[in-house]
């Protein structure tokens, strides 16, 4: 492989792997603000996606409906039926003294149901993606191709992440939701609601999630499966740390130029295995994360 | 009355073990054979989650690995099936207590997730070492040998594996009634205060990594006497999920809990197969259920009272 060759790949890869590490950031953030506050890692994250992707598909198949009503309509169906699980399912878990494992295990068991939900609708017997947003016409970047749509979903990310900065700064709802992952007992004190928080923020990495999915799924196929990008978003968190949101964008876009580079320039093979190896090094070298602050030691 | 419970259990259990292979046909012993496999791997889990703590979520690549060093030992030297069910969970345990190591450097969510990423790591190499594994055309493995006979039917399997079964959950029970089991637990409640009573709370963990990951080589090994055929599709994730779900459902730390969840778990996702195009929701509906009414498990109710109890050994749980 000549220079040239390694530059052209380095730009290709570098480029991509933004594009797609948008999409892991926005999942990892969805992970970690249910971390923080609800001390769950969520493992149905990944089929909430995947779930997102599907309601759009359907609105758009079935009613035959225009992207201006089926995008908000996506928005507000996965939100809510994140915000009733949290509601009616994980707050009676906790009632009845449930601790970390078990609310594992119901978030196991919603990614069971939204699974076997979307396959009855027949949806998910083959291989879809939603019609394209914007054209796919190809743009130069240095040297390398990118599409549209490629930079569409890495402008449409980061004004998320604007967004969702914004929304954990300067509003009252996200410096509550920011208190309760701190320290919810003393949250409770000055009057902060813990459900209603927790309910929020289950809406919110719902929301996160489906405009993922919107934005991924012209690109992609997607099946009923997809849900296994959740472990993408696992890594990118934990590459952040998990506790830290501008750790899990760094984090994203980390796994995503690392996946495209491994793709380039080792084998296709290997791209399914890199993240594990990642989570890996990162947990055995920084365990805390490279924004994960001080590890903690915990005391008796 | 604790123990006559447990006593006769165990007896009616035994009668009906006895009994079935006369009356029932291949598929049932085929299930109650897998039945056993499970209750061998909850055990194992249950040695490194209930006794001692640490969230090893890397069950299924031990028993993964079990199954193939057995399948290979197996198909090279057609030794006496005992000697490759050793020689799996000898491998797997060595493996486990290298793993260990992770629990001297994180806790909780953070080793849950690295052992993750490890179980997801070994089911990469299953599936793409191919000159060992045969990769994702899955590995055939010729019959286990007992003394000359070959192990071709389930029925032929069936009286090694319960007592195979009965031997672990006799060991765990021995051991969680050991000192040994007396320092898992106190590492499990508090690994500090289990060093400042002169417990060496990182071998500890090891050694709790290297029994879990032996159990699960010996399933694995065990496996191997009864099916001829492994796809390490079944050897990912969702079967550490499946025994973890098991010994949850059982009550966390409890041994009982351990077998009655893996019999639990272990016929409802069989049972589910009738039904395929409703079993992801059924069983998610199931966990869900579960978590819901009875986070705590079923056999929690009686540790927790053994626990509050003045004088009790804490929730020794056997």
């Known amino acids: 492989m000549s220079f040239a060759d390694i530059w052209l790949f380095l730009q290709q890869g570098v480029w991509s792997g933004l594009v797609t590490g948008s999409v892991y950031a926005l999942l990892a953030v969805a992970v970690v603000i249910v971390f923080k506050t609800t001390d769950v890692p969520n493992f149905a994250q990944g089929e909430i996606f995947m779930v997102g992707g599907y309601v759009a598909l359907f609105m758009i198949l079935v009613p035959g409906w225009h992207y201006a009503v089926v995008i908000p309509a996506t928005l507000a169906a996965v939100a809510v039926i994140c915000a009733l699980f949290q509601r009616v399912v994980m707050e009676r878990v906790i009632r009845a003294k449930g601790v970390g494992v078990q609310l594992v295990i119901a978030t196991l068991g919603l990614a069971y149901v939204l699974k076997g939900a979307v396959r009855q609708t027949g949806l998910g017997d083959s291989p879809r993606s939603l019609p394209a947003l914007v054209s796919s016409d190809t743009v130069m970047i240095g040297d390398a191709v990118l599409t549209r749509l490629d930079l569409m979903i890495l402008g449409a990310a980061i004004v998320v992440m604007l967004a969702l900065y914004v929304l954990f700064n300067h509003t009252r709802i996200g410096k509550a939701m920011r208190a309760v992952g701190m320290n919810p007992r003393a949250a409770q004190i000055v009057g902060v609601s813990l459900v209603r928080i927790r309910m929020a923020v289950w809406a919110l990495a719902g929301l996160i999630s489906a405009v993922s999915a919107i934005l991924i799924t012209p690109k992609i196929l997607i099946t009923p499966d997809i849900g296994h990008v959740a472990i993408l978003a696992f890594a990118a968190a934990i590459v952040g740390g998990i506790t830290s949101i501008p750790g899990a964008v760094v984090g994203g876009f980390i796994i995503g130029v690392a996946e495209n580079l491994v793709g380039l320039f080792v084998s296709t093979n290997a791209i399914v295995v890199a993240p594990f190896l990642a989570i890996l090094i990162v947990l055995i070298v920084r365990p805390q994360g490279i924004l994960g602050g001080k590890a903690q030691v915990k005391k008796v | ?318």
């Open chain 2, 1 to 318: 009355m604790k123990n006559h419970f447990d006593t006769w259990g165990l007896v009616a259990l035994a009668v009906v073990l006895a009994v079935l292979p006369f009356t029932a046909s291949g598929y049932v012993l085929y299930i109650v054979n897998l039945l056993m496999i499970y209750i061998v791997l909850a055990l194992g889990l249950h040695l490194v989650i209930g006794e001692t703590g640490q969230f090893a979520l890397s069950h299924a690549a031990f028993y993964g690995i079990g199954i193939y060093a057995a399948g290979i030992i197996n198909n090279t030297w057609h030794p006496n099936f005992v000697v490759s069910v050793l020689a799996a969970g000898a491998i797997t345990a060595a493996l486990g207590y290298l793993l260990g190591a992770l629990a001297i450097r994180m806790r909780d969510i953070y080793l849950a997730l690295s052992t993750f990423a490890f179980g997801e790591a070994m089911q990469w190499v299953f599936l793409n070492w191919t000159e060992v594994t045969n990769g994702s055309n899955g590995y055939q493995m010729s019959p286990a040998r007992f003394f000359g006979f070959e192990l071709t039917s389930d029925l032929g399997a069936y009286p090694f594996v319960v007592l195979g079964a009965a031997l672990m959950l006799w060991l765990t029970v021995r051991l969680s009634r050991s000192q040994l089991g007396a320092a898992f637990r106190a590492v499990r409640e508090s690994d500090v205060a289990a060093r400042a009573m002169g417990i060496d709370a990182n071998v500890v963990k090891r050694v709790a990594f290297m029994c879990s990951a032996a159990y699960a080589g010996v399933a694995g090994g065990l496996y191997t006497t009864f099916a001829s055929f492994i796809h390490p599709e079944s050897l990912g994730f969702w079967t550490t999920i499946l025994i973890l779900i098991m010994i949850v459902v059982g009550g966390i730390g409890s041994v009982r809990g351990a077998v009655v969840g893996a019999v639990i778990f272990g016929l409802i996702s069989e049972l589910l197969r009738q039904v395929l195009s409703f079993q992801e929701i059924i069983y998610g509906l199931i966990l869900i259920g579960f978590m819901m009414f009875a986070p705590r498990g079923l056999f929690s109710g009686r540790a927790r009272a053994r626990k509050a109890s003045p004088g009790g050994a804490g929730r020794a749980g056997a």
